[in-house]
């Protein structure tokens, strides 16, 4: 039963007894109802994270090849300025081979020094501390002991005027493009095994430029052979594991001379043009080589 006052006239009202008539109420959700909501939510959820975990990762490698591209554009300044020749082993042109990297990132500073961001892939962004006290900081040379880990090297070569501050990267080039009239650091292959010239390059296409890595150079050779693990074991050979380290699925990212970008299986790594000597039939260009698990 319920009552309904209406208005008559003036002050008075009256009232109205509606019998049969309930009036509604408010319902709010039930447990039962709430929990079944959740359950949906989550459902989808579980179905849609995949698909985002996969578009982020897509983003990532799709910014990790615009910076390599800005790499070979780099290389393709550096060389139309210097009569087509790659950088060499002597940055400041003072007589002196720099080690450590600094041939390449010190001489190409100029190119790079207004967009740093081109340094670091996405997915390699973290730098580690500096402290005074640990052997790393003490030698000057910090190699990624994580994936999403940047290299770095401190700059050693006093003539610099940011000598003694560290240089980080997620990249490095293949050596070989090194122009090795004052010197190589490729011993013991022959200078004749450096590619020198941009305009010397065979097959361009097939020949890698700039890579993901976790050193600051390296020369591989077909000779080369993984480490057992990624990462706290060292029981290779050669410079190819700078360039082995699983950061875009089992492979990495990487500019050919031509320009184009291409994302490399680690085990496809032995079947590039490294340098002019290199052998694209070495065993481990087989598809049947017994590779460690962590490359597979």
């Not at 740093?116 to 730098?127: G, M, N, S, V």
């Not at 994580?146 to 000598?163: K, L, N, Q, S």
């Not at 790594?269 to 017994?290: C, E, I, M, S, T």
């Amino acid at each position: 039963m319920a009552a309904l006052m209406l208005p008559v006239s003036g002050h008075n009202y009256v009232c109205i007894i509606l019998k049969g008539i309930k009036m509604p109420r408010r319902k709010g959700f039930t447990l039962i109802e709430l929990l079944v909501v959740i359950a949906v939510i989550a459902l989808l959820l579980s179905i849609i994270a995949p698909s985002l975990q996969k578009a982020q990762e897509l983003a990532k490698s799709v910014i990790c090849t615009s910076n390599l591209r800005q790499w070979n554009i780099i290389l393709s300044f550096y060389t139309s300025d210097n009569d087509d020749k790659f950088p060499d082993a002597d940055w400041n042109n003072d007589g002196r081979n720099d080690p450590r990297g600094q041939w390449w990132f010190l001489t190409l500073r100029p190119y790079y020094i207004d967009q740093p961001d081109i340094l670091i892939c996405a997915k390699a962004q973290r730098k580690q501390d500096l402290s005074p006290s640990v052997d790393w900081v003490i030698d000057g040379r910090y190699f990624p002991e994580r994936r999403d880990e940047c290299w770095g090297r401190e700059i050693i070569d006093t003539a610099h005027p940011d000598v003694g501050q560290w240089f980080w990267s997620s990249y490095a080039p293949n050596s070989w493009i090194m122009d090795p009239s004052v010197g190589t650091f490729g011993a013991p292959l022959p200078v004749d095994s450096f590619w020198g010239k941009m305009t010397d390059v065979r097959q361009p296409s097939g020949v890698p430029l700039f890579l993901d890595s976790r050193s600051v150079d390296g020369w591989p050779h077909h000779t080369d052979l993984p480490d057992s693990e990624e990462f706290g074991v060292y029981d290779g050979q050669g410079y190819m594991r700078a360039f082995t380290l699983v950061r875009h699925g089992k492979s990495v990212n990487s500019v050919y001379v031509d320009g184009s970008v291409a994302s490399i299986r680690l085990t496809e790594l032995w079947r590039q043009k490294w340098h002019r000597d290199f052998n694209v039939g070495n065993p481990l260009a087989n598809n049947n080589y017994n590779w460690p698990s962590w490359m597979r």
